[in-house]
């Protein structure tokens, strides 16, 4: 399974983004998908989860801004970033929690896509 994001970019604060990340390859069934981040000399952090019944979960940070969505027949997960802020600069990583018949539950990560808030 590879996981493909895109929509990074440089925006300005108080912008707006989207990210879409699509699964693609031996695909059997994925769980909850999600969104990830990482800022320069920090640690991931969660940014925001999806389950293939469309629950969600936020981080704080983020709750109002952010919406999460996705699209099981495309096997797509995006994140609506709105109102967006110089503390939300970080490479974006989306997952995928993919089960198979073998190898059970596994998760797989994006390559990431950089996003940039400019104040």
């Known amino acids: 399974v590879q996981l493909q994001a895109s929509g990074g970019g440089l925006v300005q604060a108080g912008g707006y983004r989207r990210l879409s990340c699509a699964a693609s390859g031996s695909i059997f069934h994925i769980n909850d998908m999600g969104w990830y981040r990482q800022a320069p000399g920090k640690q991931r952090e969660l940014v925001a989860t999806?389950?293939?019944?469309?629950?969600?979960n936020y981080a704080d940070s983020v709750k109002g801004r952010f919406t999460i969505s996705r699209d099981n027949a495309k096997n797509t997960v995006s994140l609506q970033m709105n109102s967006l802020k110089p503390e939300d600069t970080a490479v974006y990583y989306c997952v995928a929690d993919h089960f198979g018949p073998s190898a059970g539950i596994h998760r797989y990560w994006g390559q990431g896509t950089q996003v940039t808030v400019s104040s």
């Open positions: 999806i389950t293939r019944g469309g629950g969600t």
